[in-house]
Nanobody, 132 residues
């Protein structure tokens, strides 16, 4: 059984940092993609960051590239999202998710880049609030 448990959300001032953790079970860090989505009220889930495979290939959305960093610990079966330089627009509920497909892949004429439809398993959300 796959289980994903997200933690680490909170309230932080703009420019601050937070680290989210996603404790996993039943996931293969070599074969599965694991990462984070975020969601604000009234919108769908946005893929933020993803890590895949034994080589640890990474994906970041344009909105967070250069500020967020994803990493994995195969011993602790945990994936982390280090968020630096936080902005008020980063305020959202953050979800960890896992997929049996890579973070990014080409299919049916286009590239898929860590999209909501790719996720096979979801953890519960953790709220991140960035005050200005």
């Amino acid at each position: 059984e796959v289980q994903l448990q997200a933690s680490g959300g909170g309230v932080v001032q703009a420019g601050g940092s937070l680290r989210l953790s996603c404790a996993t079970s039943g996931i293969s860090f070599d074969d599965d993609a694991i990462g984070w989505f975020r969601q604000v009220p009234g919108k769908g889930r946005e893929g933020v960051a993803c890590i895949y495979g034994s080589a640890g290939s990474e994906f970041y959305s344009d909105a967070v590239a250069g500020r967020f960093s994803i990493s994995s610990d195969g011993v602790k079966n945990t994936v982390y999202l280090q968020m630096n330089g936080l902005k008020p627009e980063d305020t959202a509920v953050y979800f960890c998710a896992a997929s049996e497909t890579p973070c990014t892949y080409y299919s049916r004429g286009r590239y898929h880049q860590w999209e909501e439809m790719q996720a096979d398993y979801w953890g519960q959300g953790t709220q991140v609030t960035v005050s200005s």
